[in-house]
Each structure stands twice: as C-alpha cells, then as structure tokens.
C-alpha cells in the first residue's frame, strides 16, 4: 500500500488486511505524576480539586497492572528536569524552558510522540495548546538516551498517540484529527514512517483525541464510541474491522470508558467504574482489566492517556 493519506470519504485504494505486519510496541512509557493537577480547563472534563496522594496510588497501580502484560518504563521528570527540560529545549529549539512543575498535564504521555512502525524510533508531538507546547521536550531527551531515534515533529498541531493510533500488527495508521491534531501533519506522517493513514475526522470537543472514542483491540476487532465519528468515519471503521464493539454514550462521557488500551490483544485495561463497556469486551472475548483512575480523569485522560507505547531501541 502507498504512504498516502486516505480520507473518510475516499474509496480504500488498497486492501488493509494486505498491509503488512509489524511488530508489536510491548513497552509502555509511563510518566511519574509528580507534578499532576489540574490547574487550567483545555477540554471540557477539566475540573474539580486533585487529590495528589489519591492521584500517586491510582497510578502505581496502572503501573504495576500494565507491569504484568508488557514491558513498563518510567521517566521521572524530576530525575534532572534540568535534563528532561530547559536543556533540551535551546539545544532542538522545542519549547520553553520550564520546570516540571509547569506541567500538569505531563502524566499523559500518550500525547508526547508517536513510536515508529518498527518502534526503534519515535516521532516528537507538537501540542497543540500553550499550556503543553512544553512536554515533547521531556520525551526527546529521555528517549533520547534510552537509545531511540527521535524525530522532529510534523509542521502543525500534533498530539502524538493521542490522535494517531497503529492498527494493531500491521503497517497501518489511523490519524484523528480535527480538535487538537491537524490534518495536514498526516501527509508528512505518512511519508515519514512509510506507512498508509487512514484519516478520521473529530467534530465534537467532548471527544477531543481519537483515543478517547477508539481502542483497538486486534487486528479485527475494535471498541468505539460510535457518536464520535461521522457517517462516512463510521463507515471506514466498519470497512476495515471486522468486529466493532460499541461503548454506551454514558459511559464513554462519565468513566472515559473510551480511553481503554488493549495491551496484548486480550487484556483491555480501561477506567474502572464502566460494568456495560466491560460486559461488551467479555461477550466478546476480551478480558476486561479495570483500573480505578477517577482523579486522572479530573484532566479528562485515563488509561491509554498515561501511556506510550514504544518499540524496542536499536
Ligand atoms: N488534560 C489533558 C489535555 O487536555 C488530557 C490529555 C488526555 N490525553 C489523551 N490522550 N486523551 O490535553
């Protein structure tokens, strides 16, 4: 298949079952939720008061469930911020130099970059917001010297893993975009990484990242949050999976149950407190993992949010 981009409403002009496998990304990168809070509203779950130790013992625990399916890595972004931050940042001309503590949303690493098809590499984000144009900076220098090729971001808004997800095993992505990531970063994305993309438009601000309304599951299967998409984006999803489950409306807009993460195509951890989204996976043969991450979701991030999925370095 070429590396182009192929739009809701343009016919496939390829078969996707034909595109061709990759290896699985079996390493999470978690960020340490030292400096976590919510101290600003840039989407519209944003709100109420953290309770910090709460907010610690929610994500060791998502740590130490991911920690028994995958490879778990920390970066910590007080060990040197000097590092991790203000240092990088004059050296790539990537952002401001600010401390950690300038950086609430840092926890969500799934929005810093997107690991390469192969995942010995990853490419920067370039957020789309001021309040976190500062971040990437954090996953360039870490995974910098853990070895990774790192790449600049595309020209325009890009939020990483949030909006751009690999279809599981196979050189193929699919790039939401609409809210936070623009369209355009894809045609550059696409040739960068050699891949096709298949583009899915986000129209409404509650779901403001692909990974809120779309995990996928396997290579057949997907979980969506239907109301998410448009006609045409529904009828791409439905083309290219064979089986997609639906989260109900509620559930996806008070538990984020639509910010699940399949990490090894039967385990689905996702947010607790989602009994209907839980039922759906385990008709279907998934087993469901839930993960109490109610102060996280005071940001309007949970489970797939405060992960990167990486490959192994060279
Ligand atoms: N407060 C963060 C933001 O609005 C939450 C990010 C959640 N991440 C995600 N991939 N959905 O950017």
């Known amino acids: 298949p070429p590396p182009t981009v192929v739009d809701e409403g343009d016919s496939l002009p390829f078969d996707p079952a034909a595109c061709p496998d990759r290896p699985a990304h079996d390493r999470i990168l978690l960020v340490r939720p030292t400096h976590f809070d919510v101290a600003y509203a840039i989407n519209p779950y944003m709100g109420g008061d953290v309770d910090r130790e709460r907010a610690f013992d929610q994500w060791r625990t998502l740590r130490d469930a991911s920690d028994r399916y995958v490879d778990v890595t920390v970066l910590d972004p007080d060990d040197g911020w000097r590092r991790y931050g203000a240092d990088v940042v004059g050296a790539d001309g990537l952002s401001d130099p600010a401390r950690p503590a300038d950086h609430p949303d840092l926890v969500f690493a799934a929005n810093l970059g997107l690991p390469t098809a192969d995942g010995t590499g990853v490419v920067l984000a370039s957020m789309a917001t001021d309040e976190r144009r500062g971040e990437p900076a954090y996953l360039a220098a870490w995974a910098e010297q853990a070895g990774y090729e790192v790449s600049s971001p595309p020209t325009g ?14 050189r193929l992505l699919w790039g939401g975009y609409g809210v936070r990531t623009e369209r355009a970063v894809y045609d550059d994305l696409a040739d960068r990484l050699d891949v096709p993309v298949l583009a899915l438009e986000l129209t409404d601000d509650r779901y403001y990242h692909l990974d809120v309304c779309l995990t996928p599951l396997d290579a057949e299967a997907a979980l969506i949050q239907p109301e998410a998409f448009t006609v045409d984006g529904l009828a791409r999803l439905d083309e290219v999976f064979d089986t997609i489950l639906e989260i109900p409306v509620d559930e996806s807009l008070e538990g984020m149950a639509g910010n699940a993460h399949c990490v090894d195509g039967q385990h689905v951890l996702l947010p607790a407190g989602n009994p209907e989204t839980e039922s ?8 469901p993992v839930p993960i109490d991450t109610g102060e996280f979701e005071k940001a309007g991030g949970s489970v797939f949010c405060l992960s990167l999925e990486l490959g192994t370095p060279t």
């Open 157 to 170: 808004a890009f939020e990483g893993t949030g909006d751009a997800l690999w279809h599981p095993d196979r």
């Open 280 to 287: 759906v996976l385990r008709d279907a043969g998934y087993e």
